[in-house]
């Protein structure tokens, strides 16, 4: 343990937090340094998390906005719908989730400096362990892969989300507005709703064409519009570097998922798998974290890229296919959002779902099942 003292975190966010409390409660005594004021601020992401999340994370039931029982997908012409008795997904509140974060590492003892900037290209003192989680703008500055720009509206959304079922996430594809990614409409509990889109191209135009509204009337509803970057080019190969005495975690590592961007589940996998491989002598978790996502990153690599080169009327043949053979109703009863490979194992046993999935296979680079993460 001693020679890795003092354990430096830069980035209060949900990795440099969720990593500093579970290094205070084996034992370690980390600070945190962020570049920012406060904690929490500005606020980019939607908060909509697996009930796994939930329940490792013990997110108290008070910061949970919304449980969502099925989603609702919007593709091109198409309208189709899956819905169960019990919740398949939760919006939490994520603001308050840093704060709460914040607030159990403040009072284990914790100490964060604000107002502290990590300098990238600084020599790094060799003494200690740097961890950077100071999130995508790591990721970007080092060109680990590819993120795109998102925008999330807070919106009033009386009158203009009426279509929208506020207990089902909204997913909208339209690979001729967006080919690069797609949107989301969730309810938060209230009057409000989350939209957004991660795009290249002009995102106030994806958003207005996802709800069928006009750029105008989006603004005057918005209450608050979030920039962001989503990552989707996946984790780099080494977390740890030697020569730096540097290790990263969160977006920073691109530990997000390629199909969606979410990365709150996998920040909390990481922190638990960084510290069990502190406690056994090295912060390197590299093969940890390999060990247990390989097969899953190849999979979500492979998703990504069929989502990038399928066109729109493809997309909705299958997708009505699908539909017409209740495959969604399966999909949300096996499906797994944080774990794809467990829901494509168990939706195998379907021979409808195969069919469908091969039928895409064009799509498909062999190679890309082969090849490492
Ligand atoms: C629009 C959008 C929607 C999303 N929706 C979801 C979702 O629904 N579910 C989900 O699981 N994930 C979602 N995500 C992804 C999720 O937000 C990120 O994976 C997560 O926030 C990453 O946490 P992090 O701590 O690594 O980085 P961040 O949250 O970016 O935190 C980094 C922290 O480091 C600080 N910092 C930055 N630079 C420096 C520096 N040089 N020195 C010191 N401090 C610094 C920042 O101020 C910040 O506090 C979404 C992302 C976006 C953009």
Avoid at 155 to 167: A, R
Avoid at 346 to 358: E, S, V, Y
């Amino acid at each position: 343990m001693a020679s890795y003292h003092p354990i430096k975190i830069y980035g209060a966010g949900p990795a440099g937090l969720t990593l500093a409390n579970k290094l205070v409660e084996n034992g370690f005594e980390p600070i945190i340094y962020e570049s920012n004021p406060v904690v929490g601020k500005p606020q980019h992401c939607s908060g909509v998390v697996s009930g796994r999340f939930i329940d490792e994370a013990h997110i108290p039931h008070s910061l949970v906005r919304n449980k969502f029982y099925g989603v609702e997908l919007w593709i091109g012409r198409l309208h189709v719908k899956a819905e169960s008795s019990t919740p398949k997904a939760y919006a939490i509140d994520r603001y308050r989730y840093e704060l709460w974060l914040e607030e159990t590492f403040i009072d284990s003892g914790g100490e964060i400096k604000f107002r502290v900037e990590m300098d990238y290209h600084k020599p790094i003192r060799r003494d200690g362990l740097i961890v950077d989680a100071t999130g995508v703008r790591s990721y970007i500055v080092h060109k680990r892969g590819e993120v795109l720009p998102a925008l999330q509206l807070i919106l009033n959304g009386n009158g203009i989300m009426d279509e929208y079922n506020p207990k089902l996430a909204s997913i909208i594809v339209d690979k001729k507005v967006n080919p690069d990614f797609f949107s989301w409409a969730i309810n938060n509990g209230d009057s409000r709703w989350k939209i957004g889109t991660a795009s290249n191209a002009n995102l106030w135009d994806v958003l207005s064409s996802a709800i069928n509204t006009d750029v105008w009337t989006l603004r005057k509803n918005s209450l608050e519009r979030l920039y962001g970057h989503v990552v989707v080019g996946g984790p780099v190969k080494n977390f740890f570097d030697p020569s730096r005495n540097t290790v990263l975690i969160g977006d920073s590592a691109g530990q997000t998922k390629v199909t969606t961007g979410g990365g709150l589940y996998y920040i909390l996998l990481a922190s638990k798998m960084f510290v069990e491989s502190l406690v056994e002598g090295s912060p390197d978790y590299t093969q940890k974290f390999y060990r247990e996502l390989k097969d899953e990153y190849r999979l979500q690599r492979l998703l990504r890229s069929l989502f990038l080169k399928i066109s729109q009327e493809d997309l909705e043949e299958v997708i009505n296919i699908m539909a017409r053979k209740e495959l969604f109703n399966l999909m949300l009863m096996l499906g797994d959002m944080d774990f794809h490979m467990t829901s494509l194992v168990r939706l195998a046993m379907d021979r409808d779902f195969m069919k469908t999935f091969i039928k895409m296979s064009k799509y498909i680079e062999l190679s890309m099942l082969f090849s490492s993460v």
